[in-house]
């Protein structure tokens, strides 16, 4: 399984301001994904990565809000932009990648340990 | 994606298997079914999946009806790692929709 780290682990930031959040596996991977767990809540699905285009976006998330990069196989961020209170979340970095094995997705889903955003 | 049902929570022994259900009653055929578990303050992590045949690995397996409309996650012997919340997913997507799981409690 991918080993995947993320940058911060934690921040407790100002409101108005961005931060920017990285996603580091430690092999190539074909899918990237973003996620936010909210206090007291479950995940949601903010967007896939793509590597080489923009991102794909869940409905209520936009790009201005949550602009994503993905340069290569193994990195990728998400950028927390112009942050308010409810924006206050753990926000998790997922991977999925092929079984090549067989050609055919592994559809086994890999987390990173989360960035806990607090901002005030 | 197909909408499934977990119970809130349970508990069990330490040792003992524990069965975790699933209720998936709207599957389609191209849906598989998924088992993660979120311990405290971490990622979640992955655990088992099947479309129609019942899995086995060193986790846990996973036991679907022949209808597919619900599924059993077992872990052979619980131990007191093992407490955390278990979410059922079922999609045929990339996607995960992580629902409230079942809050499991392992007991000394």
């Known amino acids: 399984s991918a080993v995947i780290s993320q940058k911060p682990s934690r921040d407790i930031c100002q409101r108005g301001t961005s931060l920017t959040i990285q996603c580091q596996v430690d092999s190539q991977v074909t899918m990237m994904f973003w996620y936010r767990q909210q206090p007291g809540q479950s995940l949601t699905l903010i967007a896939t990565?793509?590597?080489?285009?923009?991102?794909?976006?869940e409905s209520g998330f936009v790009i201005d809000k949550f602009p994503i990069s993905r340069p290569n196989l193994t990195f990728s961020t998400l950028t927390v932009s112009n942050m308010s209170p409810e924006d206050s979340s753990i926000y998790l970095c997922?991977?999925?990648?092929?079984?090549?094995?067989?050609?055919?997705?592994?559809?086994?889903?890999?987390f990173g340990p989360g960035t806990r955003l607090t901002v005030t | 994606d197909a909408k499934t049902t977990q119970p809130p929570s349970m508990d069990c022994a330490e040792g003992r298997a524990a069965n975790l259900p699933c209720n998936h009653s709207t599957i389609s055929g191209n849906e598989y079914v998924y088992w993660y578990r979120q311990i405290h303050s971490q990622g979640p992590q992955y655990i088992i999946h099947g479309l129609k045949n019942n899995e086995t690995n060193e986790m846990a397996s996973l036991i679907i009806t022949e209808d597919r409309k619900s599924s059993t996650l077992i872990l052979p012997h619980a131990t007191l790692r093992d407490t955390a919340v278990y979410y059922c997913i079922v999609t045929s997507d990339y996607k995960l929709s992580f629902g409230a799981g079942t809050t499991v409690t392992v007991r000394a």
């Open positions: 997922s991977v999925e990648d092929m079984d090549w094995a067989r050609g055919t997705r592994s559809r086994e889903q890999y």
């Open positions: 990565a793509n590597q080489g285009s923009e991102a794909t976006y």
